[in-house]
Each structure stands twice: as C-alpha cells, then as structure tokens.
C-alpha cells in the first residue's frame, strides 16, 4: 500500500514537474491518503489524494486511464476534459473523467489563492495514476 501511495504522488509531482507552470512543482502539494485493492474486482485499486495548487497553478494535458472523482475542499479550480466545456469549480463541486478521456484544463481558478481537491482513482493496478499528453 504505501509502495503504491508513494507512486500515485510521484506521478502527480512528475505531471507538476513537466507542466512548465508560473508556480514551481514545489509548491504543488499531493498528499497520498489512501490506496487499496478493489475488492471483488482483480487486477483494480482505488487511490485517494488530496492535491494543493498554488496560486496561478496549472498543469499539462494529461490522461489518467482511470474512473476519476475530484471533489473540490478549498478555493476554486478550471476543469476541462478534451472536447468538453471548461467549468469553474467551488468546494462542494464535483469533476469526473472517464478512463478513456485527456485531461485538458486543470488549473486554480485564481492567481491569489490556492486550492484543494480530493482525489479518488479506480484504476487497473498495473498503470500510472497519470501520463502526460503531447
């Protein structure tokens, strides 16, 4: 279990590192919370996070190859899947990607605050949390 919260952060501060953003990828805190097999369906786990933006933060198109739940905690954030519309997101508010779907916008809505979301995969246990999308 921690081999595969401790991959889940570091694919999520390899994403931050390679975003090219106005924050560095230091500022950027993942927190792994959780990791565990899906009971009832091998080859699946479930990984939970918590993700903290700074300021002015966003990341680089990615994919996730997995069922995605964001849930927002603090502040807000733009979310967008490829093809679909941006949406502005405050605590209480809700983003799903499927498996198939790219990661297009992921950023805090606002150059003076951060933001906090929870993260919840089901994903198969043998991809990475995240890939990067050219």
């Known amino acids: 279990m921690r081999k595969m919260m401790a991959a889940a952060c ?5 994403t931050a590192l ?8 230091a500022e950027t ?11 009832g369906s091998p080859g699946k786990e479930t990984t ?3 993700v903290e933006y700074p300021p002015g933060w966003s990341s680089s198109p990615h994919r996730h190859d997995a069922q995605t739940f964001v849930y927002v905690l603090e502040g807000s954030v733009v979310m967008a ?6 949406v ?5 508010e809700t983003f799903y ?11 805090n ?4 605050k951060a933001a906090k979301f929870l993260v919840f995969m089901v994903k198969d246990k043998d991809k990475p949390a995240s890939t990067p999308v050219k």
């Open 97 to 107: 990607e499927s498996p198939d779907d790219v990661h297009s916008v992921s950023r």
């Open 88 to 92: 502005t997101l405050g605590p209480g």
């Open 10 to 14: 570091m694919v999520t501060m390899t």
């Open 18 to 25: 390679s975003a090219g953003t106005m924050a560095t990828a």
């Open 109 to 112: 809505a606002s150059t003076t």
């Open 81 to 86: 899947v490829q093809g679909g519309k941006e």
């Open 29 to 39: 805190k993942v927190t792994p919370l959780m990791a565990r097999d899906l009971v």
């Open 48 to 50: 939970m996070i918590t």
